[in-house]
């Protein structure tokens, strides 16, 4: 059953990479809990489908237009998958950005019930902090 979690969480990552919206929200539990360190301007707490949407959507003034995860490894840990990634893109101030982080994802009844995500917040801060306010 585990592998089918990694491929779970393999096929969430390629959607988002390609920006299909519709099979990344497929692939989460209506209620997913969702965590990314709150130090960064986008960072949050959210739960919930459309919290979820509401965050993906605000990510484009901090991570640009090309962002992508680029996944190194995925680790079976039962019904959890460890992701080692990479966040990839060209901040909206031009600045290219290569970021590394891990992912802690929960599997539960075949879908994503969580994200705990831990990254270097000063890098990746330093590198978008270029973005345009919200006016």
């Known amino acids: 059953m585990s592998q089918e979690h990694v491929e779970l969480v393999r096929s969430a990552y390629e959607a988002y990479n390609r920006r299909d919206v519709e099979a990344v929200m497929g692939c989460f539990d209506p209620e997913i809990d969702w965590h990314v360190p709150d130090s960064l301007p986008w960072g949050d707490h959210v739960r919930g489908l459309e919290a979820m949407g509401r965050f993906f959507e605000g990510l484009r003034p901090h991570l ?15 019904d959890r998958v460890v992701a080692l990634v990479h966040h990839r893109g060209t901040a909206p101030g031009g600045a290219r950005y290569d970021v590394p982080a891990i992912m802690l994802w929960t599997v539960a009844g075949g879908q994503l019930s969580a994200l705990y995500e831990q990254l270097d917040t000063l890098s990746m801060a330093r590198a978008t902090e270029t973005a345009p306010s919200a006016a």
């Open 64 to 78: 640009g237009d090309d962002h992508q995860v680029a996944v190194d490894e995925l680790i079976d840990a039962g």
